[in-house]
């Protein structure tokens, strides 16, 4: 299953083709500062697309400093394969998170992968993949978090940014809505609520570190009605979807189809938090403030990035350190994970 041998020689080097490189100004980190990550070494995995059902192959490889997470169509040639995973890239939000380059070029479905990342603090990547859509696997962020653990991680000498919410910015669409207010680190919540006896009203407070995310939120899957996935299929989509990668929930509401059941007894509003960390992971650096989604969801959440980046004076970006790590920590020791109004 590991590594699909992809050879790394057939993409130009780091910087050659306008992506950045480790930046003289980034030539040693402060004491107190964190350090940017990336891969130890390569790693691969094989699955289906969700919506395409396709087979591929696709390998998280090391990357330089300031990098970023940039994603490489294997099975493209020259350099209209290459796609960094920014807000600005995103070209869909019906039904996941795709991003495209200028060449149209793309890749759906990075959202599970993308919070696996964030989730981890992995910040240099190139995501090598033979196909325009990321496997779906059991439909979390659970095997690609095995993946990164298995890779193992490794400190580089660049300081690590974030960008630091100053003031208030709110997206609402009918009635849902996102807002991205400053805070001390990075926490998340998020609210649904479906009128159906299996999901109901449900909300989850996530102050983001790699293991809260680990604990709380990865393993939690993608979810969708009975006759959503008949729906898809008829409409030549979601070819992948099984109860393999999916929590399904009977037309009448009522019930899930799963055989072994939930991963977490709310594990809808787990999953739209997942979802989060990976749609404003598409920011290009770790956030420092709060992250609050009323029934949010891809595309309010792209639209929410596209607020703040237009708006100069709502962010600024600083040197991140383990002060805001640990004041995370805190947060997710002192106070309740999640909690289930009404399941
Ligand atoms: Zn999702």
Redesign the pocket.
């Known amino acids: 299953m590991f590594d699909s041998g992809v050879p790394f020689e057939s993409f130009p080097a780091p910087g050659s083709d306008g992506l950045a490189q480790q930046s003289p100004i980034f030539a040693g980190a402060p004491s107190g500062a964190q350090r940017q990550k990336t891969l130890k070494s390569a790693i691969s995995c094989t699955g289906v697309g969700l919506h395409s059902g396709a087979k591929v192959t696709m390998s998280l490889r090391p990357a330089a400093p300031d990098t970023g997470i940039v994603f490489r169509r294997t099975d493209i040639t020259g350099g209209g394969a290459i796609i960094p995973a920014l807000w600005s890239n995103v070209s869909d939000t019906r039904l ?1 998170t795709s991003i495209s380059n200028s060449k149209g070029v793309g890749v759906h479905t990075i ?2 992968l993308m919070a696996a990342l964030a989730g981890m603090g992995v910040d240099n990547v190139f995501v090598d993949i033979n196909g325009p859509e990321v496997p779906v696997m059991d ?1 979390s962020s659970a095997p690609f978090l095995f993946l990164i653990e298995c890779a193992g991680l490794t400190e580089q000498h660049a300081p690590r940014r974030a960008i630091r919410i100053l003031k208030r910015v709110q997206v609402v669409d009918g009635d849902r809505r996102a807002t991205l207010t400053p805070g001390s680190s990075f926490s998340l919540r998020v609210e649904i609520d479906f009128p159906v006896e299996a999901i109901g009203r449900q909300e989850c407070y996530l102050p983001l570190t790699a293991s809260s995310f680990k604990e709380e939120v990865s393993r939690a899957r ?1 979810f969708g009605f009975e006759r959503e996935v008949a729906a898809m299929h008829a409409a030549g989509l979601g070819k992948g979807g099984t109860l393999d990668n999916a929590v399904v929930i009977a037309n009448d509401g009522e019930k899930v189809l799963n055989e072994g059941g939930l991963r977490y007894e709310d594990e809808f509003v787990r ?2 938090t ?2 989060a960390v ?1 749609d404003l992971a598409l920011a290009g650096a770790p956030i420092i403030g709060h992250f609050h989604g009323v029934r949010s969801g ?1 595309a309010i959440n792209n639209r929410l990035l596209r607020a703040l980046f237009a708006d100069r004076g709502a962010w600024t970006m600083v040197p991140l350190g383990d002060a805001e790590v640990q004041a995370s920590a805190i947060f997710a020791a002192r106070r309740p994970l999640v909690a289930a109004i009404s399941a």
């Open positions: 996941n959202e599970h439909g993608t999953h739209k997942l979802d990976g891809h």
